[in-house]
């Protein structure tokens, strides 16, 4: 797995950091995705507008979209406290278990992400803007991918440090 994180906006001079610190730049960073799909679920309760042909919600009728912005909080919601916050616990605390809600729930939002960019594309491929949500979707799909794979290096390291070593004296 990765050694170090490649992240030239945080660093000045070689553009790595270190897999904890560049781990805890990415909990910081999901966080703060999920807090402002947070305040888009509170928007769309609230009555605004999910005709936008790059939101998921698009094609749900008003009740259907009030009960997904609901589930959409509640997720956020959970996201926030269990996985962030759990993440941010891991780190300092070399505690594996914690690094798995953050896993699990990541890879299934990367999953999500590449299924609605190719879903986009396979129905509406007649529309051009299907195109382009599919690469710019695409594109974060492969970013998160990355940041995934740090999160995991930093699980694998954690792991490796914590196996017993045993040695044989007698034989």
Known sequence: ????CWA??????SGYLALEKGSKLITYYTATIHILFLFYGIYL???GQSDAFFSPFFEFSRKDTNILAFLFIAYCIFYLIFCSIGLIHAIHTETRFFFLPWLYFSLFEILFLASFGSFLLYRYYHNEWSLFAFII??????YHSYLYTIILSLYYYIKKLQEPNFIEIYN
């Open 8 to 13: 030239p906006c945080f660093t000045l001079n």
């Open 137 to 142: 979707i695409w594109a974060v799909v492969g």
């Open 45 to 47: 309760l609230m009555g």
């Open 1 to 4: 797995m990765l050694k170090r």
